[in-house]
């Protein structure tokens, strides 16, 4: 029992550390500092914590049905679980995500990073989560199976899932920010992290109501693991949809940014060949690390260095609208930081 209590904080950490970083790789412009990456973390763990609190203290929705329909508490119990979980849990979750805003505002710039942010905060909140699930596994009667179940199960298999949700409230901050649409539409982003985080429980609910040895009850429990792939499907193709949206943006930007070097200036045949190898939004992603480069390079041999790619990029966010406005003395100076960039290879 003690090796499973030892190793449970172990898996934990690996699982978010994995999760967080293939997220922070997908940042084609920039990658993303470590304090506001983990002031974020931080805040997800604190927000799943101050869940048990707020349930606690304060009355929930189906509290206060339970009381008024004197529901027992197996009906409560269901009912928790599909309305006040998801409701409770996304909302925390996006108030730490502005609370990571307000204190880290400068390094959110384009969408992709209010997304990324978004789901580190939900990746701080599995964190935790897994984590109580884990190690209560463990005082099982069978807690081998269960703690391996549980491994499986959740930080496995699922491991990603907060994530998935709590992006969309990462749209729904941007939306508020960055547009003119504000609040309905925020609210519209939030609520679809909250309804996807619904109907995952909602299966789940099913699975654990209808599981009997009757046959015409198990048909409903078979219903509720049909959901849980359907769901996690759902889910990941919306996910899939707003970073691949939040990612042609970026790759938009880089376009952008070579068409205006080129336009406004006369360069060489040289230049304008490593002008659009600087442009190249695959390179860039390959450059933000020093081993995604070295395996980059086995296959892509370049003249141009790592760090020339990494200070071009930069350059291209600082002119974009995100992050100057309609400044065109501020663009005027990273344009010729660009040039300078291209003269210097």
């Known amino acids: 029992m003690d090796f499973f209590l030892f190793l449970s904080p172990i898996c934990v950490c690996l699982s978010s550390f994995f999760v967080i970083y293939t997220i922070r790789f997908f940042d084609i412009v920039e990658k993303e500092p470590l304090k506001p990456i983990l002031f974020a973390f931080i805040l997800g763990i604190a927000s799943a914590f101050s869940t048990g609190i707020l349930i606690s203290y304060i009355p929930t929705p189906t509290f206060l049905l339970a009381v008024l329909l004197n529901l027992g508490e197996g009906t409560y119990e269901n009912l928790y679980t599909f309305i006040d979980a998801p409701l409770i849990e996304e909302l925390l979750k996006f108030v730490g995500l502005i609370i990571a805003y307000k204190f880290f505002k400068r390094d959110f710039h384009t969408l992709t990073d209010f997304i990324i942010y978004g789901c580190v905060v939900a990746a701080g909140f599995q964190f935790l989560e897994n984590l109580q699930y884990l190690v209560g596994s463990v005082y099982e009667k069978d807690f081998v199976y269960s703690w391996n179940s549980m491994l499986s199960g ?18 729904g901050l941007w939306v508020w920010e ?168």
């Not at 496995?156 to 992006?167: E, F, Q, R, V």
């Not at 995952?200 to 599981?211: D, Q, R």
């Not at 193709?237 to 970026?250: E, K």
Request: charged share 20%; net charge positive; hydrophobic share 40%.
């Open 154 to 171: 959740r930080v496995i298999t699922n491991g990603y899932m907060h994530l998935l949700w709590t992006s969309w409230s990462g749209v």
């Open 178 to 345: 960055r547009t003119t649409l504000k609040f309905s539409k925020t609210i519209l982003f939030v609520f679809i992290s909250i309804l996807l985080h619904s109907f995952n429980n909602l299966a789940s609910v099913i699975s654990g109501l209808f599981y009997s040895p009757n046959e015409n009850l198990n048909s409903f429990y078979y219903l509720g693991e049909f959901l849980y792939p359907v769901i996690r499907s759902i889910s990941l193709a919306g996910f899939l949809s707003i970073i691949g949206f939040a990612l042609i943006r970026d790759v938009n930007l880089l376009n952008e940014f070579e068409f205006k070097i080129y336009n406004n200036n006369s360069l060489s045949e040289l230049e304008i060949s490593n002008l659009k190898k600087l442009a190249n939004p695959i390179s860039n992603i390959f450059a933000r690390y020093k081993w995604s480069w070295r395996l980059f390079n086995k296959y892509e041999k370049t003249v141009i260095d790592r760090e020339s790619y990494n200070s071009f990029s930069r350059y291209a966010l600082s002119f974009s609208n995100e992050y100057v406005g309609n400044d065109e003395d501020k663009k005027r100076v990273y344009l010729e930081k660009a040039v300078n960039l291209l003269a210097s290879l």
